[in-house]
């Protein structure tokens, strides 16, 4: 018999999904604008602005649902980190996902309805969302009504210092979100983790 746990209610399946669409949009359309040229434009300049705009506003109201949804439901839990012992439980981590998997070990820390994420899970998804995507929202939010940028700082335009980091940050959650489907692969099947982000159930190995 399949051990299954529900670990996935509706308003985190449907945020997920959602934000996963309208990060998609912002990732397209901002390559589009930071690469075409002239002679090619993957998508027309003026449709990209339109439509990365519109995700990111979307996306701004998805993540306030993300923090309120945390801090009324006990899926915030799941995000807070026990820094003592850390680094020894990433250590294991680490070489679980290096080593261990190859080798067919168990995983040293098991999904349960207490524990959603493991130690290296969990640092990278307070990272992604209570680091970065503030910062790529507020620095986004910033190039929308640019008249709220510093105009210099340090004799550098606050505009350009505010653009790059929007990209760099877009960037590394970029990476973030292609290592987050490599290792969604990682489950009982390489299906199961997504399904679970259909149905809500986890499949325990």
Request: glycine share 8%.
């Amino acid at each position: 018999m399949e051990e299954k746990t529900y670990l996935y209610p509706k308003w985190i399946r449907l945020w997920h999904w959602s934000n996963a669409i309208f990060f998609i949009v912002l990732i397209v359309t901002g390559l589009s604008m930071q690469y075409s040229s002239q002679d090619y434009q993957f998508i027309p300049f003026s449709q990209a602005v339109y439509w990365h705009n519109i995700a990111g506003i979307l996306l701004i109201i998805d993540y306030i649902i993300f923090l309120t949804g945390n801090a009324l439901t006990m899926n915030g839990k799941y995000y807070k980190v026990k820094r003592k012992g850390l680094i020894d439980r990433i250590k294991k981590q680490f070489y679980y996902y290096t080593i261990g998997i190859f080798k067919g070990e168990k995983a040293p820390f098991p999904v349960n309805e207490e524990r959603k994420f493991n130690p290296l899970q969990k640092v990278a998804y307070v990272g992604a969302m209570y680091v970065l995507i503030p910062l790529v929202i507020v620095t986004g939010v910033a190039l929308l009504f640019p008249e709220m940028i510093v105009h210099k700082v340090f004799g550098v335009s606050g505009t350009l210092l505010t653009s790059l980091l929007h990209i760099a940050v877009g960037f590394l959650l970029t990476l973030f979100l292609l290592i987050h489907v490599y290792f969604s692969t990682f489950g009982k099947r390489v299906s199961s983790n997504f399904k679970s982000m259909i149905n809500g159930y986890h499949e325990g190995h």
